[in-house]
């Protein structure tokens, strides 16, 4: 239970800072937002954790649906050209995160502090699938989420329908990419096909609840100027 508070914690923390900072700064807070949580998801991607005492996810999975709604609010307001740089922030963040956070777990660490330092080098020297899981899972998640939310918003423009819809599909893709490439014909698990579907499942329902309640920050930053 704990740790599903912390999670909805999270989630209410990213939608606050996304109202907040569209608020301030418009359009470039929202570009301020994706390079922060890009950068928190490399990290938080690392670590799993157990809800309700027998569902294993990655951390991070507020911050990651949270810039699938940061990209449709901006798709809502600027349409979806102006996604093309939300687009290449998000890549470019991943990258130098990804090359910094390895290259430091690559260097030797001093005598001082070695068991925090074996710490370190054992979370972000190993982990390159699950790197390049969230990467690519972000980039195709929020580039299929605005182009299927502007189809739907030329339909019929109704935030609510427009984000419910665009969100089943989307985080299903964007599941189904992110454990295949971070886990699949992972050597650890004994059970790794039964792994894997648990894993999908559940982290597919997680991020649907979370993404539909994204819709409230895409109403409320659709008032602002």
């Not at 914690?9 to 301020?32: F, P, Q, S």
């Not at 989307?170 to 699949?184: G, K, P, S």
């Amino acid at each position: 239970m704990k740790n599903l508070l912390l999670v909805i914690a999270e989630v209410v923390v990213c939608y606050l800072a996304i109202i907040l900072l569209n608020k301030k700064y418009k359009t470039d807070g929202l570009y301020v937002f994706a390079i922060i949580a890009t950068f928190m998801s490399c990290i938080m991607g690392l670590k799993q954790i157990t809800i309700l005492e027998k569902i294993d996810v990655p951390t991070g999975l507020g911050v990651t649906t949270s810039l699938i709604i940061a990209g449709n609010i901006i798709t809502q307001k600027r349409g979806p050209q102006e996604v093309k740089t939300y687009l290449a922030l998000i890549l470019v963040t991943a990258l130098v995160s990804c090359c910094f956070l390895n290259l430091s777990g690559l260097m030797e660490g001093s005598d001082y502090n070695k068991f925090a330092n074996k710490s370190y080098n054992s979370i972000f020297e190993y982990n390159l699938r699950v790197y390049l899981g969230t990467i690519v899972s972000i980039i195709v998640g929020v580039w299929l989420s605005s182009k299927l939310y502007y189809t739907l918003k030329k339909i019929k423009n109704k935030i609510p329908i427009s984000n419910i819809f665009t969100i089943v599909i989307t985080e299903l893709v964007e599941t189904l990419l992110f454990v295949l490439i971070a886990y699949l014909f992972e050597p650890s698990k004994s059970e790794i096909v039964f792994d894997i579907i648990f894993c999908i499942i559940f982290r597919y329902i997680i991020k649907i609840l979370i993404g539909i309640f994204g819709t409230i920050p895409i109403y409320i930053t659709n008032k602002f100027n």
